[in-house]
């Protein structure tokens, strides 16, 4: 594996050209399509081998960044949960909180309230 990382033709080390995007812009939107032509990968390929590194579709990856980052913020008191959605890339409150609660077990606020009584 370490070899295929180091090697910059394998599938592996052009999915992390995408995986090193996706983690520095989680915020912006991207379609499939932009992220396989920086992976020099077809779209079918690059959502194959980006699921065989990840365990998880592109779409998941980026998601999974955004909440815990939003995560991280409201803990550390950076703004309050509609803040922090929009700036980690979320169109609606309303959706990050119901993406948030089917991810942490809870809505925002009562999971932050959770963390503040320990």
């Known amino acids: 594996m370490l070899r295929d990382i180091a090697t910059p033709d394998a599938a592996l080390a052009r999915i992390s050209v995408a995986i090193n995007w996706l983690r520095g812009n989680f915020e912006k939107s991207i379609p499939i399509e932009e992220l396989a032509e920086m992976a020099s990968l ?29 995560r991280s913020s409201l803990l550390a008191g950076e703004g309050n949960a509609t803040t922090i959605a929009f700036g ?16 942490f077990g809870l809505p925002p606020s009562k999971d932050i309230a959770r963390f503040r009584l320990r």
């Not at 980690?88 to 991810?103: D, K, M």
């Open 42 to 70: 077809s779209v079918s390929a690059f959502y194959r081998h980006f699921k065989s590194v990840t365990a998880l579709s592109p779409l998941q990856f980026q998601k999974r960044i955004r909440l815990l980052t939003a």
């Open 88 to 103: 980690v890339g979320y169109e609606s409150p309303n959706q990050f909180s119901r993406e948030y609660a089917r991810f």
